[in-house]
């Protein structure tokens, strides 16, 4: 049985009109051609919106659609040097739903593609016990690259996203395998003994 294919989305901006959902389009997209099941977990949704503001029914409700992942990919685009705020929020709303859980960070953004934003994310996943991939996925000026339902518009530019995704699925199913396994044999608590 594989046991790390359950991997939730989740999606970095909740502004009106964002890039967002067309660069999620094609991640979840190649996480299914590598075999992941995918969930996606939208903090623009009007479900799960109230967690900005400390809902604790929004907050449970994201519970739930963190419940059984093995693992998560985020999709966050880079405002002023780092990952949105919103994005922050929603990590920080849970702890227990993290734990020993592999992080795969996709970015986009202007020239930097984003990469600031992944680095400012690598410190807080550190700190609610998860695992993030070293291995990056980035866009720069993804506006001029991915059409509204998420393809990559240049045949070049999308084979070389796409060896770039296959190194990132393949260490993203080691460690979501890993850590499911280790899991199972042993729960996870950050306490120490």
Partial sequence: MAVGNRIGVILGSIREGRVNDRVAAWVIDQLS????????????????????????????????????????????????????????????????EWWARPVGLISYGGISGGLRAIESLRIVLAEVHTVTLRDTVSFASPWRKFDEAGHIL??????????????????????????????????????AG
């Fill in 33 to 96: 051609d590598h075999g992941f099941e995918t969930r996606v977990i939208d903090p623009a949704d009007p479900a799960l919106l109230p967690v900005q503001i400390g809902d604790t029914e929004a907050t449970t409700r994201l519970r739930k659609r963190m419940e059984g992942l093995d693992g998560f990919v985020i999709v966050t685009p880079e405002y002023n040097h780092a990952a949105p705020g919103q994005l922050k929020t929603l990590i920080d709303a849970v702890i227990s």
């Fill in 154 to 191: 240049d045949a070049n530019e999308a084979a070389a996203a796409e060896a770039a995704m296959a190194i990132f699925a393949h260490r993203l199913k080691w460690w979501a395998d890993a850590l499911a396994e280790a899991r199972q044999a042993r729960p996870y608590t950050p306490e």
